[in-house]
């Protein structure tokens, strides 16, 4: 048992460079100076060569089936019941371990598993089935795959093949395969940093749920059932290299889920996403403008068409998503008024009912829906979600009631048709009013979408609240933090005679 324990504290910080190659001049040979009648290997003073101490993780000096196992592992994703069999094929005494002379004998086998594995998965992703496998080929599927951009590809690519017109066989494949599992896990280590909240160097379930919960927001159920299959040495945790497989299947959901919502976004039925039809969905759900989302979109245009395909929507569903979580942190810190880290039902309830006068009711029915681990409490990432519902809910009202605010019944809504509304209700001047016009049109149109105008709301609700209060009114502040911190229910009910759009 503290065997095992040792090998478990060891693996996180282990980058064994075995199983690499399939030249024969960089396998470890038997003793260079060993006489040549001596076929085990044992040189004149009856000593084995030491074994590689970059697998003898716990340094008895043995490499143990675990030790194998992890090493191969780590650079071929080869299962531990694959290595198993190698194993025991080469432990010619039966002992459970394997010296230096044994861990040659396997090591070639271990490779040519790693080949005939990459020969198999050509054939998926050779598109022109001629049998070799181009740049372009490998750019599309580890994208797909591993989120890994075309220009890293590029520059792997390179340290197998120094040309990129050439294509690569299977052997070739397999360095490459190689590699870029090496990336995917320095990645995974990268992310397992920040989420291995008990610093065990490995990731439970739960903390597995919150990753792929604020990644995509996958449920614990299927989160279980991911790690159970990812999990290869079957002791209920991820290291890193199960947790790279974590990742990519994390990856292979986020794809699914982004043909999905292709399909509603894409209104002129290309098949891809552009910046307009990225922008109009992002701002509905968000608040994110152009100025926010042109970034985002020049980094998920991996082929730089202008467009996004499913994989590349993906991505930047991924960092949008990231986007608003850290949104949702900052805001957290202006709503939370007894300061423990996370939004009661109270204070979520105080922020709705200040910023769109929603009733308590359905205040409540959207923190449940958001609540994902019903806890009674929304985390960053639950804030997130809840900040989305209730602008999406915000939005139906504003569309639901549009026409009232269409004078001339135009089915737009400009400056001319609310000036003279907000200077005779709030008593506003209209230079401020056209300030906030400015503002929240984001599109510069001239006239007010439904989303804008649940903007629109917002500035004029937060001005009068600070000009009543006698605060100055911050121009910097987003729409969704108005300054106002932890205050009650029915603090906010007082302030119910400022709304824009009454929702009672």
């Known amino acids: 048992m503290a065997r095992m324990e040792a090998l478990r504290r060891l693996q996180q910080g282990s980058t064994s460079n075995q199983f690499i190659s399939t030249e024969p001049s960089k396998l470890n040979p038997p003793v260079a100076d060993a006489p040549q ?152 280590r990268l992310i397992m940093k920040n989420a291995d909240k008990n610093e065990d160097g490995h990731i439970d379930k739960r903390e597995a749920q919150k990753i792929a919960f604020e990644q995509e927001g996958i449920s614990a159920g299927d989160v279980n059932e991911m790690v159970m299959s990812v999990d290869d040495n079957n002791d209920g945790e991820l290291n890193a290299p199960e947790f790279a497989d974590f990742e990519r299947i994390i990856r292979s959901r986020a794809i699914d889920t982004s043909k999905k919502a292709l399909k509603v976004v894409d209104r002129d039925g290309s098949g ?91 205040t409540f029915n959207l923190f449940v829906i958001a609540d994902q681990d019903k806890s009674g409490k929304l985390d960053k990432v639950e804030l997130a979600d809840f900040l989305r519902l209730v602008r999406l809910s915000a939005i139906k009202f504003a569309t639901e009631h ?46 007010l979408t439904p989303g804008e105008l649940v903007d629109f709301r917002h500035e004029i609700r937060r001005f009068v609240t600070e000009r009543n209060s006698q605060r100055p009114y911050d121009s910097t502040k987003s729409n969704d933090q108005d300054g106002t911190r932890g205050e009650s229910t029915e603090e906010v009910r007082k302030q119910q005679s400022i709304s824009l759009f009454d929702q009672n």
């Open 37 to 188: 009648t001596d076929l085990s290997g044992i040189g004149p003073t009856g000593q084995l060569p030491p074994v590689d101490k970059s697998v003898d993780l716990d340094g008895d000096g043995a490499l143990s089936l675990a030790e194998v196992q992890y090493a191969a592992f780590v650079h071929h994703g080869l299962s531990s019941n694959v290595i198993e069999s190698l194993f025991n094929e080469v432990d010619k005494n039966d002992d459970g371990y394997l010296t230096s002379i044994e861990f040659n004998d396997i090591r070639p086998l271990v490779l040519a598993k790693a080949e005939s594995a990459a020969q198999r998965y050509l054939q998926t992703v050779d598109k022109d089935h001629n049998g070799l496998l181009s740049l372009k080929e490998a750019q599309e599927y580890i994208l797909k795959e591993y989120g890994i951009g075309n220009r890293d590809v590029e520059r792997i690519w390179r340290l197998v093949v120094p040309n990129l017109s050439v294509e690569m066989d299977a052997t070739m494949f397999s360095k490459l395969r190689r590699r870029i599992r090496a990336m995917s896990i320095r990645l995974a």
């Open 272 to 362: 891809t996403v552009t910046m307009d039809e990225a922008k109009r969905i992002a701002f509905d759900h968000y608040g994110f403008d152009e100025k926010i989302l042109g970034p985002f979109f020049a980094q998920a245009d991996e082929n730089e068409d202008g467009q996004l395909d499913p994989v590349e929507f993906a991505g930047f569903r991924s960092v949008i998503r990231s986007k608003a979580v850290k949104n949702a942190l900052d805001i957290m810190q202006e709503i939370d008024g007894d300061g423990d880290g996370y939004i009661n039902n109270s204070e979520a309830v105080a922020m709705a009912r200040r910023q769109d006068d929603m009733d308590p009711k359905e």
């Open 402 to 447: 549009f026409k009232e605010f269409d004078m001339n019944k135009d089915k737009t809504v400009t400056i001319d048709e609310l000036e003279e509304l907000i200077e005779l209700k709030y008593k506003i001047d209209r230079i401020i009013t056209r300030q906030f016009f400015k503002k929240v049109d984001v599109d510069s149109s001239g006239d």
